[in-house]
């Protein structure tokens, strides 16, 4: 079955999506935008209840790469091409998941989400006025990838922490952190046509005014 996109958008109408690349503030801006707009919350992963239960390796390999581990420090240890590779794959093989599990959420709240499906679907399924793009340099989403408490990204530190050589592990890692958010990946975020906000490297707490301008942008 193929469902074409002008229905998708249509049952996808009280969907507002934020994406954009690492430490950009997406998932601070998500649950914050949430709060004070009374909006259904799906965060990071929010499909991963019921994909993790659902994929198959013939039919999403990318997702079942974590099945297959016998060693968690093949994870942070392949190549950082193969690793850029996998996170996009996820991303493309996830989107189906994450368009499911929102056509299934009440249609009578609005729903914020913290999304990766890929920028060009988003313009197929979706509107200017309901996706935002938060971006951050370069620097910021590969060098302080790991400065947050979630426990996932606390899970993959340590377990470079606890591999053999951590430092050339680490340097491998922050390799494929640095093609997930390379200049030609940010350059199609910026180039979108979608509303988009750059998150400074200056140090300020600019939360509440980047929620009122999102806000903004939505119509809240």
Known sequence: MKIENNILKHYLRNVYFITGTAYAGKSTTVKMLSEKFGMILCGENYHS???DIVATPELQPDICYLKTLTDWREFVMRSPEEYARWVHGVAREAAEFEVAELISMPKDKKIIVDTNIPIGI???ISDYNRVAVMLSPQSMSVERFFE?????????????????HPEIVMENYRRG????????????????????????????DTREEVCEKIARHFGL
């Open 177 to 204: 952190l640095a093609l997930i958010n390379s200049p030609k990946n940010y350059d199609e975020l910026a180039s979108s046509g979608f509303f988009t906000i750059l998150r400074e490297d200056d140090g300020k």
């Open 49 to 51: 209840a019921i994909s």
């Open 148 to 164: 947050r408490s979630d426990p996932e990204k606390q899970f993959i530190l340590k377990l470079i922490e606890d591999c053999e």
């Open 122 to 124: 988003l313009k197929e």
